[in-house]
C-alpha cells in the first residue's frame, strides 16, 4: 500500500497534528456549509494515540474555485478513495449532521469493497439513515438560507455579517444542504462495526427517536448519548465529547 502523504492527501485529507505513532485514525467530517479548520481543536485535544484527519469538502477556502458536488454518495465516493492509503492503520469515523450520514456511506464502502471495519463510527447530531424527514432548506432563496444557518448558530455570526464572505460561500453551503436532505437510503447489510451516536436534547434537526434507530444499522455495539443542547451541542461539550471518543479508540498495541 503506498505511503499517505507527508501532510495531507490531495486537497481531500487535512492532517493538523501528525502523530506517527498513533495507533488509530480519526476521520472527521463537517456538517453542511463546514470545513475541515472546524475539526482543529478536536485534533489539537486528541491523545498521542490517536491521529485526527480531518476531511475537506471542495467549494471552501481552498478549495472555492472547485467544482461542487451536492449528493452523499458523491462524496462518500471521493472521500472513500482518499481514505484508502491511510487505512494502514485502524481507522475510525466521526461525523457531524450531514457529515454522519457521510460517514456511515463510507464505513459502509470500507466493510463490503475492502472488508475493512472500522474501529469506531460516531454519528452526531443526525438522524439514523433509515429515518426520512422531507426538508427543503436548500430550496430557499439565499435569505431563507441564511436564517435557517443562524437558527442553527452553525456558522460564525461575524461571517454571516460580512456579505461579501456570505456571498463566496453560500453556493457550497446549498451544495452541501441539498446532498443531506436529498439523501435516500439503500437497505443493505448492516455495519459490523461498532456504532455510538450523539445527540442534543434540543435539536430541531433530530429526536432522540430517529438518533436512536441508528442502533438497527450495525450488527455490533451501539451507544446513545444525549447532551444538553442543540443542533451544534458539540461546541458546548467539547472536552466531554473529545474523552468520550478517546475512550471508544483504545485498540490493542500493534505487533
Known amino acids: 500500500m503506498n505511503s499517505p502523504l507527508t501532510e495531507d492527501n490531495g486537497l481531500w485529507i487535512r492532517r493538523f ?3 506517527p505513532d498513533s495507533r488509530v485514525r480519526l476521520v472527521c467530517l463537517p ?4 470545513s475541515a479548520s472546524f475539526y482543529f481543536p478536536v485534533s489539537r485535544s486528541m491523545p498521542d494515540s490517536v491521529e485526527v484527519l480531518c476531511v475537506q469538502y471542495p467549494g471552501r477556502q481552498d478549495r472555492r474555485s472547485e467544482p461542487l458536488l451536492d449528493s452523499v454518495p458523491a462524496l462518500a465516493d471521493k472521500v472513500y478513495e482518499a ?6 492503520r485502524p481507522i475510525a469515523l466521526f461525523g457531524h449532521s450531514m457529515g454522519a450520514s457521510l460517514a456511515y456511506e463510507i464505513a459502509r464502502r470500507l466493510e463490503q469493497d475492502r472488508a475493512i471495519m472500522p474501529a469506531a463510527l ?3 447530531g443526525r438522524r439514523a439513515p433509515s429515518m426520512h424527514r422531507d426538508e427543503t432548506v436548500h430550496l430557499r432563496d439565499d435569505d431563507g438560507l441564511v436564517a435557517e444557518m443562524r437558527a442553527l448558530s452553525g456558522t460564525d455570526a461575524q461571517l454571516l455579517g460580512d456579505e461579501e464572505v456570505l456571498r463566496m460561500i453560500l453556493p457550497a ?7 443531506a436532505e436529498t ?22 434537526k433530530v429526536t432522540e427517536e430517529e438518533a436512536a434507530a441508528w442502533s438497527g444499522h450495525t450488527d455490533g455495539p451501539f451507544m446513545l448519548k444525549v447532551f444538553p443542547g442543540g443542533h451544534f ?3 458546548r461539550h467539547q472536552t466531554e465529547i473529545v474523552r468520550l471518543m478517546a475512550s471508544q479508540l483504545k485498540v490493542p498495541d500493534r505487533p
Request: proline share 15%; hydrophobic share 35%; net charge negative.
Open 17 to 19: 497534528h501528525p502523530r
Open 31 to 34: 456538517h453542511a456549509g463546514g
Open 83 to 88: 481514505l484508502l492509503p491511510w487505512t494502514d
Open 122 to 124: 460516531i454519528a452526531s
Open 173 to 179: 453551503i446549498r451544495a452541501d444542504y441539498r446532498a
Open 183 to 204: 439523501y435516500t437510503w439503500e437497505p443493505g447489510p448492516p455495519l459490523r462495526c461498532p456504532v455510538t451516536c450523539l445527540v442534543g436534547d434540543d435539536d430541531p
Open 233 to 235: 451541542f458539540l461546541a
